[in-house]
């Protein structure tokens, strides 16, 4: 299996260090934003935000696995 | 009509067409093993879109997370964070797994062990643990429905009565159809689920509080402390938050369904797009927050959390209105339940019961002890769910603790040549035992820190440090 490049695992941790580890930085009630306690609004920002950092991801890691994935079935047998 | 005879109604309606399609997806193609478990790997990226996320929501989500916003506030957050991170997850592990099942023709998640590794102890393992704790879940799922049928019904059918006649309905499309029925499903259920959360999340504040930021702004007056953490528990702080959020992102993809669920899928491609868009499902549950929130405020004193979101839709709709929550709620019951069952029983029947007792047992043999097995467990769950009462939430968390100990066994195979099947095997023992021990002495959290999450750490050490220490594995 081709190992995930660095800069791809990168992208991937900053959810991670956004809506996990950083939780102390964040986990308030004020300011409000649209109506919504702030940790619950950072919480929903960072999921859109996920999308857009695994898209990030997905075009770093794209030309390394595309091809290949589709056909390594049929090399096998 | 009285409005528990129309809520029932509406429920039998939805559920019995749910049904009916899904043996009707069953009946168009002729069974084999393979086709039983994982629909001959054909399934495009718009069924397997419909399929991951049905597995999503689940009871958990529906009850569960407005359950934990109405009784434990800010913990509950958990939930938000770790659907998206699970997601990143999978999309570094799941392509690979699936392409060792497309190389190795796996089914099962003990399959890919047994690939792995080659040593069929390991593998029935797997398949005690993963059969072991999917009963919990499955459990889970029958309750919630038991009390969705009940409550919705204006307590007309016993919860006794309602988790019986589901099971059997579940049994038998499982039975016919294996995962497409499943998947055909999952269908009007996703569609129930996001329309019925939406409505009642934008509904509810609207109506008692004139608004969703209304509804937030008079919780922050009434009781802040219940919007961040602990929330209302005096345990579950960040060092909770931020173990059981890796804890369970880890683990989503380790439960064995999702494993069957992956192999389905017809290209690496599609479980990667997957893992970029499928975040954004997880926004559909903020609705369900916001009802259990605002059912703080308006019916506070619920002795069962998990009862909060019926409890409000039958307080502020029309009883037509509670009987599509209902249906919704059931089929959501339904679907995974189904999953689970199709999961724990192949693993039962092909992974431990043939390599370890009858290994001359053909295919079919196999698929024929799988149904019994369908019926067994459903028996089993549903006694468990009829005489134990424990919480839904404590029930899937012990699930997760469990599950999420396959991790390093399947990282490690992916990412690591040196992983050996002793380190990993100890690995995985070390860890059941310690999360088993944790949480039945009633030690979760344990020092502030998820208790399976410690146990997972723990599993890591011993797979590593054992796998060092032996002599590099030859031709794996």
């Known amino acids: 299996m081709k190992k995930p490049s660095l800069r791809a695992v990168v992208v991937a941790l900053i959810p991670f260090c956004a809506m996990c580890f950083s939780v102390s930085a964040w986990d308030r009630v004020y300011p409000m934003v649209l109506g919504l306690p702030f940790n619950f609004f950072w919480l929903l920002s960072w999921i859109v935000l996920t999308s857009v950092c695994m898209w990030v991801v997905y075009r770093i890691e794209s030309p390394r696995t595309g091809k290949a994935d589709s056909r390594s079935g049929e090399r096998q047998s | 009509m009285s409005p528990g005879a129309i809520a029932l109604t509406v429920i039998f309606i939805i559920v019995v067409s749910g049904s009916a399609i899904g043996f009707y997806a069953g009946t168009r193609h002729k069974m084999s093993l393979e086709q039983w478990t994982v629909g001959s790997r054909g399934f495009g990226p718009l069924l397997m879109w419909l399929l991951m996320a049905g597995e999503t929501y689940t009871t958990f989500s ?43 023709g796996l089914q099962t998640q003990s399959d ?83 329309l019925a959360a939406v409505t009642i999340g934008i509904a509810v504040p609207r109506m008692y509080f004139g608004g969703i930021g209304s509804m937030f702004a008079a919780l922050a007056r009434a009781d802040p402390a219940h919007l961040v953490m602990p929330g209302a528990t005096t345990t579950l702080n960040h060092g909770w938050y931020i173990s059981t959020v890796l804890l369970t992102a880890m683990g989503l993809n380790m439960w064995p369904q999702a494993f ?10 599609t479980l990667r797009r997957n893992a ?66 199709l999961t724990a029983s192949t693993l039962f029947s092909k992974n431990l019961y043939r390599p370890i007792f009858a290994p001359a047992m053909t295919d079919d043999q196999v698929a024929g002890l799988a149904r019994i097995m369908v019926v067994v467990l459903s028996l089993v769950s549903l006694l468990l769910a009829i005489f134990s009462s424990t919480t839904l939430v404590s ?62 750490c723990i599993n890591f050490a011993v797979a590593i440090g054992l796998s060092v220490v032996r002599p590099a594995p030859t031709g794996r």
């Open chain 2, 276 to 341: 970029v868009v499928m975040p954004l499902y997880s926004l559909s549950l903020a609705f369900i927050f916001f009802t259990g929130f605002a059912a703080y405020l308006v019916i506070p004193g619920l002795s069962n959390g998990d009862l909060s979101l019926l409890a409000i839709v039958r307080k502020a709709f029309p009883a037509w209105m509670l009987g599509v929550i209902g249906g919704a709620g059931a089929l959501t019951a339904m679907v995974p339940a189904a999953v689970l069952i």
């Open chain 2, 395 to 456: 029930l899937l968390l012990l699930g997760y603790a469990g599950v999420t100990q396959f991790f390093p066994g399947v990282v490690l195979a992916l990412f690591w040549k040196r992983v050996t099947m002793l380190g990993v095997f100890a690995g995985l023992i070390t860890g059941v035992a310690c999360a088993t021990f944790l949480i039945l002495s009633n030690r979760d959290p344990f020092a502030g820190v998820n208790a399976g999450f410690l146990a997972l």
């Open chain 2, 260 to 269: 069957g669920a992956s192999f389905t899928a017809k290209d690496a491609e």
């Open chain 2, 112 to 194: 890919f062990f047994l690939a792995q590794y080659g040593n069929k102890y390991l593998a029935a393992f797997v398949s005690v643990v993963g059969v072991v704790f999917i009963i919990p879940y499955l459990q889970l799922q029958l309750t919630g429905l038991g009390i969705i049928v009940e409550v919705a019904s204006f307590d007309a059918i016993g919860r006794t009565q309602a988790m019986i006649i589901a099971v059997a309905l579940l049994a038998g499309f499982v039975f016919v159809s294996g995962i497409r029925a499943v998947a055909w499903v999952s269908v009007p259920k996703d569609i129930l689920m996001v």
């Open chain 2, 62 to 104: 529906f009850l569960g997370a407005s359950g934990w916003a109405y009784s434990r506030g800010g913990p509950a957050l958990y939930i938000l964070a770790y659907l998206p991170l699970s997601y990143v997850i999978s999309f570094f592990i799941l392509p690979p797994i699936w392409e060792m099942g497309r190389q190795h």
